[in-house]
């Protein structure tokens, strides 16, 4: 059974930093592109950014460009959110995903429909104070 597993979330104030962990059990991450998911209260669901599988090139929205970035622990078969310079519209719940599809993260975008995904984790939920 494939299994995705945030954990990392937590209440950090304005200008703060949080790193987020996304765990795979039952798959090899590095084979998998990873994207980023975020759902603030009464909004959808957007993405945040994205790891692709292989050489790993990374890519962010421009709102959280340049404050965010992904890595991966292939040891551990762990992709990170590492998430600086936070801000209260980063507050949300935050949700990793992984694509065997390499195509969906690329250096210019990734795609954002769920469906595009094979696997979700439960999720973790950032508080950003102000």
């Known amino acids: 059974e494939v299994q995705l597993v945030e954990s990392g979330g937590g209440l950090v104030q304005t200008g703060g930093s949080l790193t987020l962990s996304c765990a795979a059990s039952?798959?090899?991450?590095?084979?998998?592109?990873v994207g980023w998911f975020r759902q603030a209260p009464g909004k959808e669901r957007e993405g945040v950014g994205c790891?692709?599988?292989?050489?790993?090139?990374?890519f962010f929205v421009r709102s959280v460009k340049g404050r965010f970035t992904i890595s991966r622990d292939s040891a551990k078969n762990t992709v990170y959110l590492q998430m600086n310079a936070l801000e209260p519209d980063d507050t949300a719940v935050y949700y990793c995903a992984a694509t065997g599809v390499t195509d969906y993260c690329t250096y210019y975008g990734m795609t954002v429909k769920e469906s595009d995904y094979d696997y979700w984790g439960q999720g973790t939920q950032v508080t950003v104070s102000s």
């Open positions: 039952g798959l090899i991450f590095d084979d998998y592109a």
């Open positions: 790891i692709s599988s292989g050489h790993g090139t990374t």
